[in-house]
């Protein structure tokens, strides 16, 4: 026969608390923590049970006739094409003036080189025939040179 003697299973170990304070872990699939005092002084620690909500009763989605429908984005579409044409109007009507300007800022530089030419001085330039008179000689009601 053995001899049983008894063992030690367990040992004791002191837990300390921990000296910095603890952020408690939330994960987001668990239900919120709760605690509940009963009225004899015991608190009572636990997840929050909701309850199971029903589902809604399947409503049917109201009916809109296609017609309806395309008249409506036919409507906007026509609205932001006239939008559209009004801008590129404008531009149009921008862009031909600015043109108009042009023409009339080369109409007047040209206008003002062509004066310049036709009444301005010109030095150096015969108009015409230089005749000295000094040197002329009249005879008998005749010019001689």
């Known amino acids: 026969m053995t001899d049983h003697k008894p063992t030690h299973v367990h040992n004791p170990i002191l837990l300390t608390r921990p000296t910095a304070p603890v ?14 005092q009963l009225p004899d002084g015991r608190l009572i620690t636990g997840y ?41 109007t404008t531009f149009i009507s921008a862009v031909a003036a ?3 300007q042009l023409v009339m800022l080369a109409a007047v530089v040209f206008g003002g080189f062509i004066a310049t030419q036709v009444l301005g001085s010109h ?8 005749v000295n008179i000094r040197r002329a000689v009249f005879k008998r009601n005749n010019f001689h040179s």
């Open 23 to 36: 952020a408690p872990l939330q994960s987001p699939f668990l239900p919120d923590v709760q605690t509940v």
């Open 48 to 88: 929050a049970l909701t309850p199971v909500k029903e589902p809604e009763p399947h409503r049917p989605r109201p009916v809109i006739n296609p017609l309806a429908v395309n008249i409506a984005l036919g409507g906007i579409g026509f609205a932001a094409a006239c939008g559209g044409l009004m801008l590129l």
């Open 98 to 100: 600015l043109i108009q």
């Open 123 to 130: 030095h150096g330039r015969d108009r015409g025939t230089v």
